[in-house]
C-alpha cells in the first residue's frame, strides 16, 4: 500500500476520459441508432471513471492507515524517551515496528535527519507527503513543542489520545451515516424495479394497441429513455453516498460504478 501522487490521479482523468472520448466518438459514427450505441455509451462512462475511482479509493486506505497508526507510533516515541533516548534515537527505534505505512514515512525523517535536515524542516516535508486532516493538525504542534525545550514526549502523549478520539468520532460519524448510504441504494434499486415494471407492464403493452390520435414512445424508446435515467441516478447517487460517507465527492465514485453497472445488468435482463 503506497500515496497515490497528484500526477497519478490525474493521469487516472485524463486519459481513461480520452479513451472514453474515442469510444463515444466511434460509436456515434458507427452505431448511431442501433441498439449497440447505449452499450458503448455505458461502457465509455466506466472506461471514465473506474481508474479514478480505484485509484481515489486505494489513496482514501492509505490514508486512514496512516491515521490508524499514528497513536501508537507516538505511544512508542514517548516511551523511548522516557527510557533516556534522545529524539533521533527514539524515532529511530520507532521505525523498526511495523506500522503500516507510517514506518516508511518515518524512516523518511529519520534519513532526512542524518543527513542533516533539521527536525522541524523533516515534520514539515513529512506533513506535506501524508497531507491528512490529522497529520496537518498534530505537525504544528510537535514542532511548537520542541522549540519550547524539546520536551516533546509531553506533548505527544496526550496527542496520542486526542488522535485517538478523533479516530473514534469518525467511526461513529461513519456509523450514523451509513443508513443514509442504504438509503441512497434502496431508492436506486426501487427506481429499477419501477422502472422494469412500467416498462413489462406498460409500454410492451401499448405497442400492442391501436393509435388513440397521440404519439406513443415505443419500447425501445422508453429503455433507452429508462436506461439514461437509470443511468444519472446512479452516478449522481453514489456520488452523494460518498459525499455523505467519506466527506468527498470523488470517494463516491465506487459507489457510483456499482450502481450502474447494477442497473445496466438490470436493464439489459428485462430487454
Not at 506500522?99 to 529519520?110: A, C, D, H, M, N
Not at 468520532?169 to 448510504?181: D, G, L, N
Request: no cysteine.
Amino acid at each position: 500500500m503506497r500515496k497515490i501522487s497528484r500526477w497519478e490521479k490525474k493521469i487516472a482523468w485524463i486519459v481513461p476520459i480520452g479513451l472514453s472520448g474515442i469510444i463515444i466518438a466511434t460509436a456515434v459514427l458507427t452505431l448511431r441508432g442501433k441498439p449497440l450505441f447505449e452499450d458503448y455509451l455505458f461502457f465509455a462512462i466506466i472506461v471514465a471513471v473506474f481508474p479514478a475511482a480505484v485509484l481515489d479509493y486505494a489513496d482514501y486506505r492509505w490514508k486512514k492507515s496512516i491515521d490508524k497508526h499514528l497513536p501508537d507510533l507516538f505511544r512508542s516515541i514517548v516511551q523511548a524517551q522516557q527510557a533516556g533516548m534522545t529524539l533521533p534515537q527514539a524515532l529511530e527505534e520507532a521505525t523498526k515496528r511495523n506500522y503500516g505505512p507510517l514506518t516508511e514515512e518515518f524512516k523518511k525523517i529519520v534519513n532526512q535527519m542524518s543527513w542533516g535536515l533539521s527536525f522541524e524542516r523533516a515534520l514539515q516535508e513529512f506533513g506535506k507527503r501524508v497531507d491528512t486532516a490529522l497529520v496537518q493538525r498534530t505537525v504544528p504542534l510537535i514542532i511548537e513543542a520542541s522549540h519550547s525545550g524539546g520536551h516533546v514526549e509531553k506533548v505527544l502523549a496526550p496527542l496520542g489520545g486526542f488522535i485517538q478520539s478523533n479516530l473514534t468520532m469518525e467511526k461513529e460519524r461513519k456509523a450514523q451515516t451509513r443508513p443514509y448510504i442504504a438509503i441512497v441504494y434502496v431508492a436506486f434499486f426501487v427506481f429499477v424495479f419501477t422502472i422494469i415494471l412500467l416498462f413489462r407492464t406498460f409500454f410492451v403493452e401499448m405497442e400492442n394497441l391501436p393509435s388513440m390520435g397521440f404519439v406513443a414512445l415505443t419500447p425501445e424508446e422508453a429503455r433507452q429513455f429508462f436506461f439514461h435515467m437509470s443511468i444519472l441516478q446512479a452516478f449522481f447517487g453514489g456520488l452523494v453516498s460518498g459525499k455523505m460517507g467519506e466527506g468527498t465527492v470523488g470517494a463516491g465514485l465506487k459507489h457510483s460504478i456499482i450502481l450502474m453497472v447494477s442497473g445496466y445488468i438490470a436493464l439489459m435482463l428485462v430487454g
